[in-house]
């Protein structure tokens, strides 16, 4: 119905002439001006015009005369106006404070903003005023029908042509009670006029705020139809405006509203020479349902027609090339509106064998609509890639990835099952090549209730392919792989971990997944160590014929945490991350950097003792010292790891002094996650292991994992023994080997307010920081501290004095004041336990 009232919709300019009539006679002498026979071209007075008082009392007072001034035009002697006012910033009523200026304002403006016709038949329009805010004013149809006639509607110049008001690029009329009779007063000024030479005349840059207004569908329908497209002169298609055709998110019409802007502003038309030609100011798609009416299977399907692609004069497919993002969240499409809409998706075969589809569709957003396994299933059939005769692939320019709400479908195993077929399996082109679909970059599975089955079908896409020369082929785009809280198991575990394992070439040589960088299998059904035994075989570095080592380079993230894994699991991930050793003696460790996530499970510390080893640095036959650059980071907190199992990894991450008296620390791990079970031997083992040393230069050297910030859990440690353990190992200077000492200069903010070090730890903290004598006689001290905090820690007065003196001989070393930013600012004491 909307559409025929689109088709039938005729401009009445006799009745708009007339209502425009009743407008300017209400305020007939608004904008007249005065003439004085003087000069030509000269301005009749430089004065206020004798009618500004009368607009700015139409306008509530809401305006000053300066600024009625700048709205008014004044007549030159020759006859003809002009509009001298510079109002740069625009026309913004504000609704607050008097009363709205209503429909009588609205006119008494427009009366003044109204082109003014020379004498020699041309216009003048007010060249300054670019943006008219008037919303919340109370403006109903008499008053837009009156704005609209005075600031959109073109005027018809002697010999035909049509004039524009271009100036205004803004119109906002938000929240006032413009109906339908209103929008299309709005919409018949805004319809493009036809000029003599075939040309169309229209505001290609009007952005027009309609939100919050009483329009139904009639009177949007009649604005989405002045926006329809024209054919020019060369019988070529133009769009009249840009920027209007975003503007409908305040219609609330459903299937109407998406049958309207599909079939008038989405559609392509077809220009002279037969070649289709698309909406290129439409490059979003709004229909998110914020309320009123939901689009439903319908509007879906009206909205697919025009997106599907139309064949050319030679049999060649046109797709909208311009199109980047529909937002249809929040309807109720269903399978057949999501069934419409793949189809329109799908690409298309030419002629000459070769595939076209919508190459600039990024984002598709169909959460909440309602939409179940046939619908997704459609929608992953048309996004997978096509092969040419010649094996020239063409890749989608969408990925699953891309399309909101696909997490709503939660289908078990159907779903990977889909994906794994359409999206993920390469094809096998003519010539003998795989070819990979380029648009999965991720795949989020997790949450999906997958079992082993849907696993083992995602496995058999992902598995490499022998091409016809023997190689193997990983796929070479997917970079992330999440499953986590899913039902896989150890089943599932096994045939995830034999699809992503290496491949051995006809020549020996070994190759691995090179592309997939994250593994996320966070409680993934219990993996337990049958399952993390697999990802490890998975990982394990092979040996060529020639005895070199080949690693996975690629994966960066593996997430296994809360699976259930016991030692025998880390033990076996432990060998996956051990080094080997070369022909030659040398030892060759991985430095891929990854970061391995096992929180929540059961190594123990037999299991942390196992990861340990793995990362002890190893002495070369030379006697140099190889160092591990396998981990980034490691997870290890909720594993019921103790002193034992601390003391393991903070003798793996001991440094190692190298021959050249340099000492050799772990540059990879930047952080490791335990937890207080480890007790104080534990911390104080990793705290002093991770301590700064002094090289052979007499600088300090330090391991990327800082005890204070990359050691996680640290900050749950309380007691004494943490005071000692900071103070020894981080606050102390060291002594290099000529005698001087060396403070830290990296540690400019301890914070140990609340850890309870008592006098025993607050002592220690005193004596860290008293200065050094060095051997040539100067003194050594810290220049680096800024901040020492210790509120809590019930320390009595001698030793709050005793830190406060210590800290006073710093500042004097210093040459600072309190007010200097090098001075050493101690935080407060608590007094009343002292």
């Given at each position: 119905m ?10 009445d ?7 425009w ?17 003087d000069?030509?071209a000269?301005l ?8 500004a008082?009368s ?16 709205l008014?035009?004044?007549?030159l ?11 740069r910033?625009?026309?913004d ?10 429909d ?5 403006l ?7 016709q020379?004498?020699n038949?041309?216009w003048a ?13 109370g ?26 008001n271009r ?18 007063s ?9 000029n003599?030479?075939?040309s ?10 309609l ?17 329809r497209p ?18 409908f998110r ?5 299937d ?40 439903g ?19 060649s497919?046109?797709f ?7 937002n249809l ?5 269903g ?10 998706l ?17 984002e ?14 459609a ?25 909101g709400g ?9 779903k990977?099952?889909?994906i ?18 380029e648009a ?34 990983f796929?070479?785009?997917l ?5 986590r ?23 020996g ?21 049958e399952?993390a035994?697999a ?6 570095p092979?040996?060529?014929p020639?005895?070199?080592w080949a690693?996975?380079?690629?994966l960066?993230?593996?997430d296994?945490g ?11 991930l ?9 022909p ?51 997870r ?42 480890i007790g104080d ?10 301590q700064p ?10 391991p ?5 910030t990359?050691l ?10 943490k005071?000692?353990?900071i103070?020894?190992?981080?606050l102390a ?14 540690l400019?903010?301890l914070?140990?307010?609340g850890?309870?070090i ?20 100067s003194?050594?001290?810290n ?17 709050q ?7 006073a ?8 004041t309190?007010?200097?930013?090098n ?8 007094y009343?336990?002292a």
């Amino acid at each position: 119905m909307v559409l025929k009232a689109l088709r039938n919709f005729r401009v009445d300019m006799q009745r708009l002439s007339i209502l425009w009539l009743v407008g300017v006679t209400v305020l007939a002498q608004l904008g007249a001006g005065t003439s004085v026979p003087d000069r030509q071209a000269e301005l009749v007075t430089r004065s206020l015009p004798p009618d500004a008082p009368s607009l700015v009392n139409a306008l509530n007072f809401k305006i000053n005369e300066e600024t009625a001034r700048q709205l008014l035009p004044t007549r030159l002697a020759d006859g003809s106006w002009v509009f001298e006012g510079k109002l740069r910033r625009g026309l913004d009523l504000p609704y607050w404070g008097k009363p709205p200026i209503g429909d009588k304002g609205a006119m008494a403006l427009a009366a003044a903003l109204q082109p003014r016709q020379n004498p020699n038949g041309t216009w003048a329009f007010h060249g300054s005023l670019r943006t008219v805010k008037l919303g919340r004013h109370g403006i109903t149809d008499e008053g837009a029908r009156a704005l609209a006639a005075a600031l959109l509607e073109p005027r018809e110049n002697p010999d035909g042509s049509w004039a524009v008001n271009r100036a205004v690029t803004s119109l906002r009329l938000y929240g006032n009670s413009v109906g339908d009779e209103g929008a299309k007063s709005i919409a018949a000024a805004l319809e493009p006029r036809r000029n003599p030479d075939g040309s169309w005349a229209f505001n290609s840059d009007l952005r027009l705020d309609l939100e919050g207004n009483n329009i139904g569908d009639e009177g949007w329908a009649s604005l989405v139809a002045a926006l329809r497209p024209r054919l020019g002169e060369d019988g070529g298609a133009i769009w009249p405006d840009p920027e209007v055709a975003h503007d409908f998110r305040d219609w609330e019409g459903g299937d109407a509203k998406a049958e309207a802007i599909a079939e008038l502003l989405l559609a392509p038309v077809l220009d002279s020479d037969g070649a289709w030609v698309f909406n290129r100011a439409m490059d979003e798609l709004d229909l998110f349902r914020r309320r009123g009416d939901s689009v439903g299977p319908d509007g879906a399907r009206a909205l697919a027609a025009a997106l599907a692609p139309k064949a050319g004069p030679g049999g060649s497919w046109a797709f909208n090339g311009w199109l980047e993002e529909i937002n249809l969240r929040g309807n109720s499409i269903g399978d057949e509106g999501a069934e419409a809409i793949a189809a329109s998706l799908e690409p298309r075969q030419n002629p000459d064998g070769s595939w076209a589809h919508h190459s600039s569709l990024r984002e598709v957003d169909l959460s909440g609509n309602g939409i179940a396994s046939a619908g997704w299933t459609a929608l992953a059939t048309a996004l997978r890639p096509r092969v040419g005769p010649d094996g020239t692939a063409f890749q989608p320019s969408l990925g699953v990835h891309n399309f909101g709400g696909f997490r709503d479908w939660s289908a078990g195993d159907a779903k990977p099952r889909a994906i794994a077929e359409h999206l993920l399996a390469p094809t096998l082109a003519p010539n003998g090549t795989w070819v990979f679909n380029e648009a999965m970059r991720q795949l989020d599975l997790g949450y999906q209730g997958i079992a082993p089955g849907g696993a083992a079908a995602l496995a058999d896409a992902l598995a490499p392919r022998r091409g016809s020369d023997g190689q193997w082929k990983f796929n070479p785009f997917l970079r992330s792989l999440t499953l986590r809280n899913n039902d896989l198991g150890a089943e599932g575990a096994k045939v995830i971990a034999g699809a992503l394992g290496p491949r051995q070439n006809p020549d020996g040589s070994w190759v691995f997944n090179g592309a997939l960088e994250s593994l996320n299998l966070y409680q993934a059904g219990g993996l337990g160590d049958e399952g993390a035994e697999a990802i490890a075989a998975a990982l394990e570095p092979r040996q060529s014929p020639d005895g070199s080592w080949a690693f996975n380079a690629a994966l960066r993230s593996l997430d296994l945490g809360r699976n259930n894994i016991g030692p025998e699991g880390a033990k076996a991930l432990a060998s996956a991350l051990r080094p080997r050793t070369n022909p030659d003696g040398s030892w060759v460790f991985s430095d891929v950097g990854l970061n391995l996530f096992l929180e929540d499970n059961a190594i123990g510390d037999e299991g942390a003792k196992a990861i340990a080893s793995a990362l002890e640095p190893k002495r070369d036959p030379g006697g140099s010292w190889s160092v591990s650059g396998a981990l980034s980071s490691l997870r290890l907190e909720g594993n019921q790891i103790g002193s034992e199992g601390a003391k393991a990894l903070a003798a793996a991450l001991e440094p190692r002094q190298a021959a050249d008296g340099d000492w050799r620390f772990n540059q990879a791990l930047s952080r490791l996650d335990v937890d207080a079970g480890i007790g104080d031997g534990g911390w104080a083992a990793l705290f002093s292991a991770l301590q700064p040393r002094v090289d052979s230069d007499g600088a300090l050297s330090r391991p990327p994992l800082d005890p204070l910030t990359g050691l996680y859990g640290s900050e749950s440690w309380r007691g004494e023994a943490k005071g000692k353990a900071i103070a020894d190992c981080l606050l102390a200077p060291k002594q290099s080997p000529n005698g001087t000492w060396v403070f830290n200069e990296a540690l400019t903010e301890l914070n140990l307010q609340g850890d309870a070090i008592g006098d025993s730890g607050a002592q220690a903290i005193a004596n860290a920081l008293e200065p050094r004598e060095n051997p040539d006689g100067s003194t050594a001290f810290n220049e680096a501290l800024a901040t020492l905090y210790l509120y809590g820690n019930s320390i009595s007065r001698n030793l709050q004095q005793a830190i406060q003196e210590v800290v006073a001989k710093i500042n004097q070393l210093r040459g600072a004041t309190w007010r200097d930013s090098n001075w050493l600012r101690l935080g407060s004491f608590d007094y009343w336990d002292a």
